[in-house]
């Protein structure tokens, strides 16, 4: 029997360790979203950190709903293992956390008024925030939200809790915690902002400007991909390390992390795990969110339709590559010149990175929350696109396959796993076969697409024609015709 990964004694040579002491280092960053994406990215970047300059940086990682992980880091003095997947895996244990908290938001919230907490950091996915990011607004509909806002000193959901903490910390007179979103959205730092702003004001004026003046939010790019652990993850870490660890991650090499350099209650030296410091993320941010994530969506939907069930099978399909190579090109247009860019060499770096056969990411995982994803990923571009007078097929071709991808669902009866699910199925079903209809009225679905986008009658009909097109003929042979126009 495999005993439990519960100290760093007799790991094999070739298992890489903390290079410090942990027990010497206090806690200095709370955050919220314990799941692998946090595992494998800041929390590696703030083990390199440890290791180069110490200091009190160590992490109290929180799930605010699920404890699964919490427990099992629990049982484990904090340590998981980090899979690092490539021609030979690396199996690399990290120590940052000093504690993990899980379904407790009152745990949560006492541990965001602690002095000695000085980075608030959250992975909790684009659907968490409850912000309205059109009205760069709370958004008063969003179901913690909603609930937060009748008992804000009780607080369930993200915006709730940050805004109690900081209120309690500013009774107390203690400074507050800089606020760091590592989500994939446009703009992740002031968006927070205004959800937090929008969130304190309805509750307190004097304690929305006290946050306006003192508060920091530091906006991030983060990038690795870490698909979702496996039974398969898990022996493969029983294999390497001997031990059987239920909180370990696997991951590609390849991580990125660019941030904007304010943080008034200091921080750890990330960049001795690679962290880029800038004054401004936005071109970084908007390559990443069209680019990667951008043609990561059309592998999903694309993959999903032509059952091609891994990232990897879609970069090897000889006529679905060359088109995600030309989603790319064309989100790449629409960056900003002189930013230092290059565009074409990050498409070839994210083609290579999308085919490491040792990393199995599931289309379907992401699938998931297509209409909290899109937006950034290809309304956006295909706005700027429309400006410019560029070419949008490719952002049609896209947004075709999630349409039929919704239609394939809707036809074995199954709700998207999207937090607007049900309506999306809904409003499929209401369509029939008809695409005019389908495509109207879910791109109609407010907040989702500029009016920009939905005004162009041109953009629309070309939606419509590549979505017939796919119901009748297959998207194999609509891919066909895509290659050679
Ligand atoms: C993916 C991202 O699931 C998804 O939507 O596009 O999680 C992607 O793998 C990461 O952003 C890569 O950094």
Redo the contacts with the bound molecule.
Sequence with gaps: MTTRLTDLDDLPANVLTPRYDRTAHGTGILHLGLGA?HRAHQAVATDDALADAGGDWRILGANLRSRDVSQAMGEQDGLYTVLIRDRQDQARIIGAHSAALGGDPAAILRAACDPAIRILSLTVSEKAYGIDRAAMDVDDDHPAVAADLQRPDAPQGVLGIITAALSKRRSNGISPFTVLSCD?LPDNGPLLRAGVLGFARRTDKALGGWIEDEVAFPATM?????PATTDKTLQDVRDLTGRDDLAAVETEPFSQWVIEDHFPQGRPTWEAGGAEFVRDVRSHEAM?LRM??GA??LIAYAGQLLDLPHVRDAVADPQLAPLILRHMQAAGETLPRGAGLDPDRYARALMDRFANPAIA?QTR??A?DGTE?LPQRWFAPTADTLKTGGDTRPFAFAVATWLAWLAALADRDETPNDPRGPALLKLTREAGGDSGTLAGSVLALPGLVPTGVTGSTDFMRTVVRKLTEIRSLGLREVMKQEAVA
């Design positions: 994406f994939n983060v990038d690795r991909i870490t990443k990667l994530n990561h969506s990411h995982q992401i998931m994803k």
